[in-house]
């Protein structure tokens, strides 16, 4: 099957369309980011903390983002400055830091989520319910088998 899919114009349609995305994802920001200066790293950790409470450390932006360190380091640093964010260490364990948005940015991450939320309805722009559903099924097995695509290349 895999073969049979590798050789369809599939792959490279899903190749094309993940690129697309990223690109128009990112470029759906553009004028927030010129009027407020911040960029798209900035960006994605304010919208990441943001849309997934609970999970608050640079550690979790790192791993669920796929931003590298330096770059999510750079822009908890950046938006701390700018009193964005601020940081609390766990009692337990020093090292580890859980960022807040400060009210200062709240409504900046609000403008950003509302553009945010509507690039994801265009995406699903006449996808049914049931659509929708076998998407988020064919999704959860193919980030499953991403981690073990990922074990065995990198």
């Known amino acids: 099957m895999a ?7 599939l792959t ?14 990112e470029g759906i920001f553009h004028e927030i980011a010129k009027t407020e200066r911040l960029t798209q790293n900035e960006i994605d950790v304010l ?4 849309n997934n409470p609970g999970y608050d450390t640079a550690r ?6 796929m931003i590298s360190k330096s770059h999510v380091c750079g822009a ?5 400055e700018r009193g964005y964010l601020s940081g609390r260490q766990e009692a337990a364990d020093r ?3 859980h960022l807040k948005i400060e009210p200062s940015a709240e409504e900046v991450v609000r403008r950003l989520a509302e553009v945010q939320m509507q690039f994801i309805n265009g995406l699903f ?3 049914t319910e049931d659509e929708q559903a076998m998407f988020e099924k064919i999704l959860e ?3 499953q088998n991403m981690e073990g695509v990922h074990k065995k290349w990198c």
Request: overall charge positive; proline content about 0%; aromatic content about 16%.
């Open 12 to 25: 490279i349609d899903f190749m094309h369309s993940a690129a697309k995305a990223k690109k128009t994802y």
């Open 125 to 127: 722009d006449g996808v």
């Open 47 to 50: 919208l990441y903390l943001w």
């Open 141 to 143: 097995k193919m980030g």
């Open 60 to 65: 979790d932006i790192v791993n669920y983002r």
């Open 95 to 97: 090292r580890k830091v």
């Open 3 to 9: 073969i049979e899919f590798f050789d369809s114009r």
């Open 76 to 80: 908890v640093d950046r938006l701390t």
